[in-house]
C-alpha cells in the first residue's frame, strides 16, 4: 500500500511535507502493520510458487491463505481512526487488493498448468532456481497488479499489451524524474482548481439524496468536477512513488501508468470501460472467476458462458464498490447517517446503467451513426465521444450522491492539505 503512517515521529520534515500537502497518503500506523504481515504472507505464497512439484507448497499456500483472511480482514471489516474520511475507501481498497492477491496466488493456482513466468523479448524465462532468483520473482509476482515488472526488459506472460509493450517517455532516470515533478505539479493544481470548485457548494448531508437534490446544471457541474478529482486522485500519488523510486534508480519501464490511456480520450463507452479507465481489479475478477466458472457445464455453448462469466464479474466489481462506499466510516460526521449500509441506491444505480449505456451504444448509436454519418467519419467519431462522456457525467450524479452523502466533501475532506487556490482566492491556505 502506498501510505505513510500517522503515528510516526512528525519532526520528520518530509514527512510534515506529505501531511500538509498530500495527507490521504497518510494511514493509521495499525493498518500499516496488517498490510505489512499480509504482504509478508503472501510474498511467501509467491515464493513457494517457485517449488512446483509435490505437494508441499500447494499445502503451504492454502495454509497462508487462511492466515491472510485471518490477519487481514481487518482491513476489509474494521473502523480505522483516520484523520480524514478520504482514507477509509483507500484502505479497504488496498485490502480487497490484497486480499484477490492471495486468492489467485493461493487458491486459483490450483487449476493453472504451471505458475507465473517472466517474458523477455518475447521468450517465457524459466522459473529461478538460485534463492536470490526465488526471492526476485516473489517479490516481482507480489508486487505488480497489472503484470509490470520491477526488473529492466521483464513482463509476466500474462501482463496486457500495454503493459508487455510499454515504453516510458524518456529513458534517462534523471529526465524522467524531472518530468515526473513537473506532472506531479500539474497534478496538484488540477485536484486543487476542481476541489476549489466543490466546495463553493454548501452540501446538506442530512439530506439522502445531496446531489440529485440539486439543479440539474449543478449536478452535472460537479459530476464533470468529480470524474476529474477521480483521475487526477488516482494518478498524482502513482506520479509521485514513480518519480521518487525512479530517482533512487528504479527502471522508469515499471512504472506502467495507472490508466492505458488518457481515459478523456475515449473514443467510445466501450472504450472508456474496456481500454481507458483503470485495470486494478481487471484480472483479479479474471482470476477469480475461474472457481465459479467450472460449476458452468462445458457443453454450453461457448457464446453463453462468456455471457455469464462477463455477467459474473460485473456483479463481482459492483459488490467491491457497494462494499467500499459501505465501509465509509460516519464517525468522523454524525449527520451522515448510518455506517452501514451495503445496497445503496444510488451506487447500485449507477453501476446497473452503464450496461444499459453499452447496450444503447451497441445497438442503437453506433450502426444509427454508421448510416447516416457514412460520409463524415470524423463528425461521427466526435459524436460518439460526446455521448459517452455525456453518459459519463449524467450517470456519475449518482456515485457523487453517495460520495457527498458519506461526507467525502465536507469541509476539511479532500486529497489535499494545502490549497494555493482556495488561498489566494479566499485565504484559506489550508484545507481543514
Known sequence: MNTTSIDAPTSSRALAAVIHFLPFLVVPQSVNNLVNIVSFFIFLACFSLTYNKGIA???S????????????????????IVPRRTISPIITFNGAILLFKAFDICIVSLWDQQPPHWVRNGKRVPLPRALL???GYAFDLFSTVRGSSWFEGYSWDWAPAYVASYSPPVRSRFAYAARGILYLGFCYISLDVFESITRLETWELPLARPVLSQPMSTQLLHSFCFCVIMYFGMTISHALFATLLVALGSSPKAWVPPFPRNPFT???LQDFWSNTWHHYFKRSLKRAVIPIMMLV???WPWSMRRVIRAVIIFGMNTIIHLYIVARISSSLNPNAGPAWRFIDKSTLIFFLLQPIGLLIEREVLIPLSTSLLRAHPSVRAWLIRLWAWSWLVWTGRY?????????MWSPGEGYLGWSPIRGLLFGQWFVM
Not at 456515485?399 to 461526507?407: A, I, K, Q
Open 61 to 80: 499456500r492454502l495454509v497462508l491463505f487462511c492466515l491472510v483472511v485471518y490477519v487481514g480482514h481487518p482491513l476489509l471489516t474494521e473502523d480505522h
Open 133 to 135: 532468483g526465488r526471492i
Open 297 to 299: 457445464p462445458q457443453r
Open 57 to 59: 507448497p500447494t499445502i
Open 266 to 268: 475515449a473514443t467510445s
Open 399 to 407: 456515485w457523487l450522491d453517495v460520495w457527498v452523502r458519506s461526507g
